[in-house]
């Protein structure tokens, strides 16, 4: 592919096409690093990793960026700016999946970066180009969301090192295993000249689909809250027990699950699911004493989110207390809502309506390693349509010119970044001096 494109801005219509015919067809290779054959699971630093770190590397080095691996497995390629001290332009997604995922969900994000770097064609410009394709956004292999973003933003801690993954191993020996030095994996990585982060992502969601709109430039990412709710009932003979004289945890958790249902219904913009459930001890004939459900709660305003995962939680005690069955529960996580940076945003807005995409803000309730990133430097998100607006489903999909019109939405905004930071580095000039 190198050399394919012309090395101007003027780069023609019909190179942004073939490169987004190649940006799909990495997509198809990556699917088949897999650690399930037949369906696309790829979790944190497992050989299905490896073997698409290979495979990225190779395209890394194509495109003319300088590749190598940080503390927490992230794969990082660089493009040098004209200058050594320029600041740099963070370009970045994540490369693991959930189980039974899709093709795009992540990975599309990475191989956008790639494909603007190639898209270049050795042109420096007066900012460098740093491609991040993190190790674990989904936190599959340890219940942890946003190992690789956390790591680069120093926030990644020694509990979440020693958490186990479901075969015992911990965290800090996967990275020994995968060659990666944890021992100060909580100093930041991100590079200091860093000075934005954006990053591509299919929506996962109906919103551009339904507005007919290829792309949209994402203003918030909602808050998230996890949990897990355990319902601790009585097992018992299925044949001999009356109705009347059970503790069936099983029948209680599904109370609480269709109450949360209908009152997340009534809130505008809340959305709250059970993924998981675990029943003992899980026989036809047997009634069921223990259930372990997960909760997982979004909203883009974290009070209403916070209030919501209260109440849900009280709402399973009081089911319980009528049903006799112990009910015990524990957030495990909460991520605060993030807006992102008002002059990425007008940037982005600029670069979609160059390409002739009317741009429209969105509120995105999947996470996102901009989430994490956001808190460090400015941050923003250019979301592709997602048709069906399916995700987390083999049957994710994108179409090839929405992801030509997001390269050359990105060219678009390589191109404007420049004259941006000269602005960024004014306002900071003038704020010192004031
Ligand atoms: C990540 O995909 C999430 O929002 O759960
Ligand atoms: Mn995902
Ligand atoms: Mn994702």
Same mark, same amino acid.
């Given at each position: ?11 023609? %219509? ?21 650690? %399930? ?242 029943? %003992? ?44 069955? %112990? ?108």
């Amino acid at each position: 592919m190198r050399g394919m494109l012309a090395a101007d801005p003027g780069t023609t %219509e019909t190179d942004f096409d073939a490169l987004a015919a190649t940006v799909l067809a990495r997509c198809d290779a990556l699917a088949q690093c897999t650690d %399930e054959p037949g369906r696309i699971t790829r979790t944190f630093l497992s050989p299905a990793m490896e073997s698409c770190y290979r495979l990225v590397q190779e395209w890394m080095r194509d495109a003319g960026l300088t590749v190598g691996f940080d503390r927490a497995g992230n794969i990082r390629g660089h493009y040098g700016a004209v200058s050594e001290a320029a600041p740099r332009l963070v370009i970045g997604s994540h490369l693991d999946s959930v189980p039974n995922a899709g093709r795009y969900d992540g990975v599309l994000g990475v191989m956008l970066g790639i494909a603007l770097v190639e898209a270049l064609g050795g042109r420096r410009l007066g900012f460098g180009v740093e491609v991040i394709g993190f190790s674990d956004e989904e936190g599959v292999r340890y219940g942890l969301p946003f190992i690789g973003s956390r790591a680069a933003t120093g926030t990644l801690l020694a509990p979440h090192l020693a958490r186990k993954d479901a075969a015992g191993v911990a965290m800090y020996a996967a990275l020994d295993a995968f060659g990666a030095t944890h021992a100060d994996v909580a100093d930041p990585m991100l590079d200091p000249r860093a000075r934005a982060y954006l990053e591509f992502h299919i929506e996962q969601g109906p919103v551009l689909e339904h507005t007919g709109l290829p792309l949209g430039v994402v203003e918030t990412i909602a808050g998230q809250s996890r949990a897990k709710v355990t319902f601790c009932g009585r097992s018992g003979h299925a044949g001999t027990t009356p109705m009347f004289l059970r503790r069936d945890a099983l029948a209680a958790a599904a109370e609480w699950l269709t109450t949360v249902e209908s009152a997340a219904s009534r809130m505008p913009g809340l959305v709250a699911t059970t993924g998981r459930i675990a029943c %003992e001890p899980d026989a036809a004939n047997v009634i069921p004493g223990l259930v372990r459900c997960s909760l997982d709660v979004r909203h883009a305003d974290d009070a209403i989110r916070r209030g919501a995962v209260e109440d849900f939680l009280r709402t399973a005690e009081a089911i319980g207390d009528r049903r006799e069955i %112990e009910v015990e529960h524990v957030v495990e996580y909460e991520q605060a809502a993030v807006g992102l940076d008002r002059s990425l945003i007008a940037l982005a807005d600029k670069a979609v309506s160059d390409v002739g995409v009317s741009p429209r803000h969105m509120t995105s309730g999947a996470g996102h390693d901009a989430m994490i990133i956001a808190a460090h430097i400015p941050s923003v998100m250019i979301f592709l349509r997602s048709p069906g607006g399916i995700s987390h489903h083999p049957e994710e999909a994108v179409y090839v010119e929405d992801v030509a019109a997001a390269l050359r939405a990105g060219m678009g905004f390589l191109n404007r970044f420049e004259a941006h930071i000269g602005q960024f580095s004014e306002s900071e000039r003038k704020s010192c001096t004031t």
